[in-house]
């Protein structure tokens, strides 16, 4: 879709897009709408197309269903507003963490204008609606600009607590034929997924890009996943005693999540944890949880040691 290349264009007009997917949706084929455009004369005509397009199915075609509408680099505040207002979800694509980073991509996004003040609105419009069930998104492309995976949490960690962020998305890096960036490498599917896995401990689990284990190049380990590297390095906090941690203590347990720490919060006031196959009933791994845990103050029979091995060293540097 890169504007520089010699590809066949076309474009659908609000009526024209609203009428088909409207006849999809009332076939039982779609249940739900993502909206996304390239910019064929400027970025408020555009955006004002995609707005067009969705009052219309919601008005003229009576679609309640989701609609996730895209805001497109540059949009005017109005048009933050009214997508706010109509779609269930409404996202920026920031594409990389910084302004040096996104330079490295594109010379025409400007990382503040034209992609961070519409989350800014964004945010501004959600928080003056109490009642809206509106939510914010963003995307990444992981290692076209070069950057590492601390620079991405970071700047997903300040979404989060500062623009209330629901979540992120990470879109690997492949290459496309034609493109000026044709010949940079792809990027290994695992590094996408210990992005993800990162973000997940970020929103619920209660971890800070502080506590995340980075190599000397600011990655994370692609060996392991980010929470068990976490508890590899930290040996000092383990064993936790299940029938005694607090939710946050449980939250560090790799195998145990927020909905088996929640269970085990409530079920151990009825019956100590006291085997594994107790953790496995509550929906924990125990497998995973064993080298980590005390139950009922003794040592599951399959606890590991607490021991890095020489091919994992390089995950946990400072």
Request: hydrophobic fraction near 40%; glycine fraction near 4%; charge should be positive.
């Amino acid at each position: 879709m890169r504007r520089s290349r010699n590809v066949q264009r076309c474009e659908f007009s609000a009526d024209e897009l609203a009428a088909a997917f409207a006849q999809l949706a009332q076939r039982g084929v779609a249940e739900g709408l993502f909206l996304s455009s390239a910019v064929c004369e400027n970025v408020a005509s555009a955006q004002e197309h995609m707005i067009a397009t969705v009052e219309l199915l919601r008005s003229k075609y009576q679609f309640n269903g989701y609609i996730h509408l895209k805001l497109l680099p540059g949009c005017e505040a109005a048009a933050v507003e009214r997508a706010v207002q109509i779609a269930d979800r409404v996202s920026v694509n920031l594409e990389a963490p910084s302004a040096e980073r996104l330079a490295r991509l594109t010379g025409d996004k400007r990382f503040e204008q034209d992609l961070m003040q519409p989350i800014l609105w964004a945010k501004h419009f959600l928080d003056q609606d109490v009642d809206s069930k509106t939510d914010l998104t963003t995307q990444f492309v992981v290692g076209a600009a070069r950057e590492s995976d601390r620079e991405v949490l970071a700047t997903v960690e300040r979404l989060h607590r500062d623009f209330g962020l629901t979540r992120a998305y990470f879109s690997r890096f492949q290459p496309v034929a034609d493109t000026p960036l044709e010949n940079v490498p792809a990027t290994p599917l695992v590094r996408q997924n210990r992005l993800y896995q990162s973000d997940y401990l970020l929103r619920f689990y209660g971890f800070t890009v502080q506590d995340l284990t980075f190599d000397d190049s600011g990655n994370l380990c692609s060996d392991l996943d980010p929470k068990m590297a976490w508890a590899q390095r930290h040996p000092e906090f383990f064993p936790v005693e299940i029938n005694r941690a607090s939710r946050e203590e449980l939250l560090r347990v790799p195998g145990i999540g927020p909905r088996s720490a929640a269970r085990i919060l409530r079920l151990r006031h009825q019956n100590r944890f006291r085997y594994l196959e107790d953790l496995r009933a509550i929906g924990a791994v125990a497998r995973r949880a064993a080298p980590f845990v005390l139950l009922d103050g003794r040592r599951p029979p399959e606890q590991l040691r607490l021991t890095i091995s020489r091919r994992d060293r390089r995950c946990y540097a400072a």
